[in-house]
């Protein structure tokens, strides 16, 4: 997939789809909760893993089992369709 900064249209549309998600300084933020820091931190490797094959890299904050998630892609300054791509896929590792 290559990469390309989004539209506002595309982001106004994006946020519509991806549940949780808000746009926040021109950044895609969500926290995401889960059930212990075990959880919490799983969930991470497996989204880092993912993130590691796609280049692309979420700026993150762990506490206990609160992840707190910033996207959006440096180079274009702004979103891109990788960080909607990225976000899709960590609602989908934290079934939501």
Not at 3 to 19: H, P
Not at 20 to 34: A, T
Not at 69 to 85: F, I, R, Y
């Amino acid at each position: 997939m290559e990469r390309r900064k989004l539209t506002r249209e595309e982001i106004d549309a994006s946020l519509l789809e991806l549940t949780g998600w808000e746009e926040v300084d021109g950044k895609l933020h969500k926290e995401f909760k889960f059930g212990s820091f075990a959880e919490a931190i799983g969930w991470m490797v497996s989204v880092a893993i993912y993130a590691d094959k796609i280049d692309h890299h979420p700026n993150w904050s762990n506490v206990y089992s609160k992840v707190t998630v910033e996207l959006w892609t440096h180079d274009m300054d702004g979103l891109s369709n990788w960080d909607v791509a990225l976000a899709r896929k960590m609602n989908l590792l934290a079934g939501s």
